[in-house]
């Protein structure tokens, strides 16, 4: 399952290339979602009516993900983890992080520099789907 990062359905909403493209694909396979973290950072962005409503419906396409138990779990781990260690990448990416582990998902995202520094996360920052491992 492929799981967007806020950054790259905002590409999306704003019309931008290659994530246009790219969301659009993932959308018409029926395997993406993002989580409710990113909903959230979407609906709270939207500044009118008329973006508000471009969001849900990008939204309805998706499957959004909660942050269950074992995220959470997850999520705390890697917290600890990178700010034990000076790596710190902010709440919502530890919560997007954790989520992401919890599903086994790829996450597609622009946003490389925090989420490169999740042990085990399988990310995908490339328009097709070139995986990249840490």
């Given at each position: 399952?492929?799981?967007?990062d806020?950054?790259?359905l ?6 931008r290339?290659?994530w246009r493209?790219?969301?659009k694909l ?9 989580t ?50 000076g790596?710190?990448i902010?709440?919502?990416d530890y ?6 582990l ?8 622009r946003?490389?520099?925090?989420f490169a ?6 990310i995908?920052g ?9």
């Open positions: 399952m492929m799981i967007a806020s950054d790259v905002i590409d999306f909403l704003r019309g290339s290659p493209e790219r969301i993932e959308i018409k396979t029926g395997h993406l979602a993002t409710a973290i990113n909903s959230f950072e979407l609906l709270s962005g939207a500044k009118d009516r008329a973006e508000r409503d471009k969001v849900s419906r990008l939204l309805g396409a998706l499957t959004v993900l909660g942050v269950t138990p074992a995220a959470s779990e997850h999520a705390a781990a890697i917290r600890r983890e990178l700010e034990a260690a790596n710190g902010g709440m919502a919560l997007v992080a954790g989520v992401c919890a599903h086994r998902g790829v996450l597609l995202t946003n490389l520099d925090h520094r999740v042990p085990d996360l399988t995908s490339r328009y097709f789907d070139r995986r990249e491992t840490r």
